[in-house]
């Protein structure tokens, strides 16, 4: 046998057996760490929590100042709407008379107080309560109702919390980290299956040993046939 084709025969199988071994190495390859993936996105979400409360604030800032202005477009007038009930419940839950009726009702009491000769008098000035019939206990009830139709009625946008921010969970990072070691055992074995130094030179001293074979028979038989 040739010495090139034994030669190239021992370099072949010595790099079989290093492909083997890096084979071997993928095997073996730990799996993920899946405690240590959620610990990551647990920091993760740590060092980026200051930045994404400040982006959460900007986004509900905007989002409801654009939902007012809208409102405001088409409904003319909605934002005096909207302080005016807030401005009669706040009073009420504070066991006051909103002013708009405190005057009505004052107007009221004064006519019925000068009919009935209290004018100016301490009796004349309380029956702005009397002819409301209610007690600060019951303005407050009263202010409790309009103020939770008031939340009710009124349209909010869509808050962004934090989480929206930061949305990758820890099976999020433990599929991130899954797909980086597919990737990873993927190029590691295409790079141990690739032919090397040691097997690409030991293939050519086969190839070359074949040729010169080849040659040396095709040479042979032309010699036999021209000596017959």
């Not at 007038?77 to 005016?84: E, L």
Request: proline letters at 3%; hydrophobic letters at 40%.
């Amino acid at each position: 046998m040739p010495l090139g084709t034994i030669v190239g025969g021992i370099m072949g199988g010595n790099a079989a057996a290093q492909t083997q071994r890096k084979l071997d190495e993928i095997v073996a390859m730990p799996g993920v760490d899946v405690s240590g993936a959620y610990a990551d996105n647990l920091a993760a979400i740590e060092s980026n929590r200051a930045a994404a409360q400040t982006g959460a604030t900007r986004t509900n800032t905007f989002n409801q100042q654009e939902l007012n202005r809208m409102l405001e477009g088409s409904i003319p007038g909605y934002g005096k709407m909207q302080s005016s009930r807030a401005s009669a419940a706040n009073d009420l839950l504070a066991g006051s008379i909103p002013a708009d009726v405190a005057r009505a009702v004052r107007a009221g009491s004064v006519s019925h107080a000068m009919e009935g000769g209290y004018g100016g008098s301490a009796a004349g000035r309380n029956l702005v309560a009397r002819d409301l019939g209610l007690t600060s206990l019951d303005l407050i009830g009263r202010g409790n109702d309009m103020a939770s139709g008031i939340i009710g009625s009124t349209p909010m946008a869509r808050l962004s919390g934090v989480n929206d921010q930061l949305n990758m969970t820890g099976k999020d990072m433990v599929g991130l980290r899954s797909g980086e070691r597919t990737q990873k055992m993927a190029a590691m074995k295409d790079r141990a299956i690739a032919p090397g130094k040691t097997a690409a030179i030991g293939m050519a001293l086969q190839q070359e040993d074949a040729q010169m074979m080849s040659l040396a028979s095709s040479i042979g038989g032309a010699a036999a046939g021209a000596a017959m």
